[in-house]
């Protein structure tokens, strides 16, 4: 599967944004979702999980209650809603597919604080 991630962009602090993550190549209905992101200088971190079915598994604690994660497999498509954006939340975004033991990866969106 080939995933191409969208969406980023200079937010100010309390902002929002939507990354998208269309996959094609695959049958992406079978793949669970990731989004991860890495600021600058940091290791790559999960934000969140969502399941084939379209139920969101997992959300970092520091995300909890203003990211949404969601799919439609219809589109082939999952996003990322992000809230109340902070500082903390600058870096450049992932999204991964995997099936088993196969993960694929988005080529990732940078997220910048514009304040």
């Known amino acids: 599967v080939q995933l191409v991630v969208s969406g980023g962009g200079l937010v100010r602090p309390g902002g929002s944004l939507r990354l998208s993550c269309t996959a094609s190549g695959s049958t992406f209905s079978s793949y669970v979702v990731s989004w991860y992101r890495q600021a600058q200088g940091q290791a790559r971190e999960l934000v969140a999980h969502i399941n084939t079915f379209g139920t969101p598994l997992y959300y970092a604690a520091h995300v909890k209650g203003r990211f949404t994660i969601s799919r439609d497999n219809a589109k082939n498509m999952a996003s990322l809603q992000m809230k109340s954006l902070e500082h903390d939340d600058t870096a450049v975004y992932y999204c991964?597919?995997?099936?088993?033991?196969?993960?694929?990866w988005g080529q990732g969106t940078r997220v910048n604080d514009s304040s």
């Open positions: 991964k597919a995997a099936i088993g033991w196969e993960g694929y």
